[in-house]
């Protein structure tokens, strides 16, 4: 139902990969703000790929966690995320995109994070799942309108090609992390505490009690990412 213009204008030569890739990277060296953005998402998605990494081991291994109970908190965050696309489709346009972007992703990072570290019961967990989820389809909704509206419409495929291998690239490395930190540091740690012990009052014992702490930590470097960026004056000159 929505009409898009055709592109009435010729398209010319093909560009050559490496051209087309050159030429993106030089535009992204020159508007610093949008360079910085996506670093800010590269770091997001370092610290969410390992959350992606240690939560079905948690779901499974706490309290006799079981598949059902995995796949019941993942169904939350399945509506809790649609829930936030029909949201983002209603709201105004904000006065400040980057002000929305930065306070979507403080707010998802730390809320899910610590319910996921505490919490001991399926219901902490969904809670968790919504007020993580909800969030970032604004946050996304405003990210593609400053890329789209920031960035020249004869450049944008050579901007989104380099923004991808920048942004996500960070995804597999936080996926190895995320195995690795709690298989090898964070159950280890846990394994040899006492049981009046406070890591043992706040993440409880056995598997997953690593799993649990791990959170406890990703929700401070996700809080950390989010306050570093958000003083970055270049992020903030695209609102100029």
Same mark, same amino acid.
């Not at 890739?21 to 020159?30: E, F, T, V």
């Not at 209603?90 to 929305?100: A, C, G, L, N």
């Not at 968790?128 to 944008?156: F, K, Y």
């Not at 598997?207 to 992020?235: M, Q, T, W």
């Given at each position: ?14 560009? /050559? ?5 050159? /030429? ?5 060296? /020159? ?98 799942? *919504? ?27 050579? *901007? ?72 970055? /004056? ?7």
């Amino acid at each position: 139902m929505i009409r898009i213009p055709e592109n009435k204008e010729g398209t010319g030569e093909t560009e /050559k990969l490496l051209i087309s890739a050159r /030429k993106g990277i030089a535009y992204l060296r /020159k508007e610093r703000g949008i360079f910085h953005l996506i670093l800010f998402l590269a770091a997001i998605n370092l610290v969410a790929s390992i959350y992606d990494a240690a939560f079905p081991a948690m779901m499974l291994s706490r309290n006799g966690g079981s598949e059902k109970i995995l796949g019941l908190v993942n169904a939350v965050i399945g509506a809790a995320t649609l829930a936030g696309s029909i949201l983002a489709s209603f709201v105004k346009e904000p006065k400040s995109r980057v002000r929305v972007i930065c306070n979507c992703l403080l707010f998802s990072m730390s809320m899910e994070n610590f319910l996921l570290a505490v919490g001991r019961t399926p219901l902490i967990w969904c809670i968790g799942g *919504v007020l993580g989820w909800i969030a970032i389809p604004l946050m996304s909704t405003n990210l593609d309108a400053i890329m789209r509206l920031r960035v020249p419409e004869q450049m944008q495929g050579r *901007v989104y090609s380099v923004r991808n291998s920048l942004q996500f690239f960070t995804i597999p490395i936080g996926y190895f992390l995320g195995g690795f930190l709690v298989d090898q540091i964070f159950e280890p740690v846990m394994a040899v505490q006492r049981e009046e012990s406070l890591l043992i009052k706040l993440f409880g014992a056995g598997k997953g009690s690593g799993a649990a702490l791990l959170f406890f930590v990703l929700a401070f470097a996700g809080i950390g990412v989010c306050l570093y960026f958000r003083h970055d /004056k270049h992020i903030w000159e695209l609102e100029q």
